[in-house]
């Protein structure tokens, strides 16, 4: 009996193993764990829970299968986000052969984002019994056939149909992805492997959306959606052979989703805090190239330099954060945060030169890398043991934020000139950092550094 009360202890996965103190003393132990579970009723110290957490930080998985699993999670993400912004480099070519004008085609982007956002609580909710490998391999499903369904598309109508539903699966993956690296990796690794897949967006700025741009100079722009249907068909291959099962273990029903924020009031801080640099990210950057063609007289080569430096920063952020959220997360999302600001700010005092478009680029695409790895562990850290539901709500105010972010942007450029489309963003950014502050006041002393960094 001995032997098999440690067995079990040992092979619980890591979901249960996030489960709270409180949680797990509500388990019933046998008897002759008695004595071991009478000594736990006291109340766990700082140092207790550390010396706990290592205790318990066994893992079901060999660390080579734990890291291709996370592997495969990073290229999923690169599969899903360049198929998102793809139409962002080929609107040209669509427009014409579809015969829309070019801001019609932007809606290919647009009601991605839409779908992407306000479908994720209700889809992770209705499908919160489903075994997360499943799930995963059926939204690549989804994104391979809507791939191939956009390539042979005879009218702009299908296509518009067919990114509207590629959006929800985009939605519940940013929902159930991150949690799935996470969980495939002993708790103490789980800020590195987030890290790690959240890469999948710095690499598809810097090497995706580039080289889709490229395939459609040499062939077509339906030849380019064809190859991304075969390259999101091989990321459901992969899945199906090296991610192992991943029973759901956090997800809740609709109702409960929504109750989150008033559940948990850090959740509402670190969720006002998000949509605010959310939206003064996106309602600046958007428009990034009109500025540095109005401002530094930047050529469309130029341009493109720009936007790899900017993914390299990005990728750099992103792997910095992965080492600082274990040390002090709340000051690594107010230094990202900072950086934001201060970034926006160069570009619009040096912005006129190139050193100084390339300063300005580079610390803009560290600091979102950083914020965005930043603002995964603030909401583990904001609604322990319903990670899933918390990241369906923060999927929503994200992608929504992008969408509303770009819209406000772009009035400002219009009516008021490229320049305050800059400003618009440094008020909102400076706004989260302001929140950020707040958050950190009002939570010091529910949630430690240790428990924001490690749950997973």
Excluded at 220 to 231: M, S, V
């Amino acid at each position: 009996m001995k032997l098999r009360a440690e067995a079990a202890r040992h092979s619980r996965c890591p979901a249960e193993i996030s489960r709270t103190p409180d949680q797990r003393r509500r388990r019933q132990p046998s008897a002759e764990a008695g004595r071991s579970h009478t000594r736990r009723r006291r109340p766990l110290s700082p140092h207790d829970k550390k010396e706990d957490m290592t205790t318990i930080d066994e893992h079901p998985y060999s660390t080579l299968r734990s890291w291709l699993g996370v592997a495969v999670i990073t290229a999923s993400l690169f599969t899903f986000v360049t198929t998102e912004l793809m139409p962002v480099g080929l609107l040209t070519p669509v427009s014409a052969n579809l015969d829309v004008s070019a801001g019609v085609a932007g809606l290919m982007v647009t009601l991605y984002g839409i779908s992407a956002g306000l479908g994720v609580p209700f889809i992770v909710a209705w499908t919160r019994r489903i075994n997360r490998r499943i799930l995963l391999s059926v939204l690549l499903a989804i994104l391979a056939l809507g791939n191939l369904l956009t390539a042979a598309a005879p009218n702009f109508a299908l296509v518009l149909t067919t990114r509207l539903v590629m959006g929800f699966a985009n939605g519940v993956f940013w929902a159930i992805g991150v949690s799935m690296a996470m969980r495939l990796v002993p708790g103490r690794l789980a800020p590195r492997a987030s890290a790690v897949a959240l890469s999948g967006i710095s690499i598809a700025a810097v090497v995706g959306i580039p080289l889709g741009t490229f395939l459609e100079s040499l062939t077509n722009w339906r030849a380019t959606f064809l190859i991304w249907a075969g390259l999101s068909a091989l990321m459901f291959l992969a899945v199906t052979v090296t991610i192992p099962s991943l029973p759901s273990q956090n997800a809740v029903p609709v109702r409960d989703v929504f109750r989150l924020p008033i559940q948990y009031p850090q959740l509402r801080l670190v969720m006002v805090a998000v949509t605010l640099y959310v939206l003064g990210h996106f309602g600046a950057y958007t428009y990034i190239r009109p500025f540095a063609e109005e401002q530094g007289s930047a050529s469309a080569a130029f341009i493109t330099v720009l936007l790899v430096i900017y993914g390299v920063g990005g990728t750099a952020g992103n792997f910095i954060a992965g080492h600082t959220v274990t040390r002090n997360l709340w000051v690594s999302f107010v230094l990202a945060c900072a950086g934001l600001v201060t970034a926006m700010l160069l570009l619009l005092t040096i912005g006129h030169t190139r050193p100084g478009l390339i300063l300005a680029v580079a610390l803009w695409g560290a600091s979102f890398g950083a914020a965005n790895l930043c603002q995964i562990n603030l909401m583990l850290g904001a609604a322990p043991g319903k990670f899933e539901a918390a990241m369906s709500i923060n999927t929503m105010g994200y992608n929504t934020s992008i969408a509303l972010g770009a819209l406000c942007g772009g009035w400002f450029a219009d009516s008021l000139g490229v320049d305050s489309a800059l400003w618009f963003g440094v008020a909102l950014t400076a706004a989260a950092l302001l929140t950020t502050v707040a958050v950190r006041r009002t939570t010091t002393a529910a949630v430690s550094e240790d428990e924001l960094a490690t749950t997973g």
